[in-house]
């Protein structure tokens, strides 16, 4: 079981980008789902993070220009980034948390660059 990630790419400072991560099949449903990053020579961090209520909680770094949303039956989740920075420049990951089994799942990234 897998989560894939897609909609990395290249784009200018100020341009947009949406990712997008779905389970490879049918899941029970993941109480939190999300987008980490990690760039070359740091830690990863979590950009945005989404429970399957609706609450949403975003790095300060992207507050205002990123938006994640999901699709609960889907088990998908998405993220929309607008005025990108050179500073956002990694590899994004998808994660999914259950609680009920402790899964913890990650997709296997994608890759963001932003040139200034």
């Known amino acids: 079981v897998q989560l894939q990630a897609s909609g990395g790419g290249l784009v200018q400072a100020g341009g947009s980008l949406r990712l997008s991560c779905a389970a490879s099949k049918i899941l029970p449903r993941f109480n939190v789902m999300g987008w980490y990053r990690q760039a070359p020579g740091k830690q990863r961090e979590m950009v945005a993070i989404?429970?399957?209520?609706?609450?949403?909680h975003y790095a300060d770094s992207v507050k205002g220009r990123f938006t994640i949303s999901r699709e609960n039956l889907k088990n998908t989740v998405y993220l929309q980034m607008d005025s990108l920075k050179p500073e956002d420049t990694a590899v994004y990951l998808c994660?999914?948390?259950?609680?009920?089994?402790?899964?913890?799942?990650w997709g296997q990234g994608t890759l963001v660059t932003v040139s200034s």
């Open positions: 994660n999914g948390k259950r609680q009920f089994d402790n899964t913890d799942l």
């Open positions: 989404m429970t399957y209520g609706g609450d949403k």
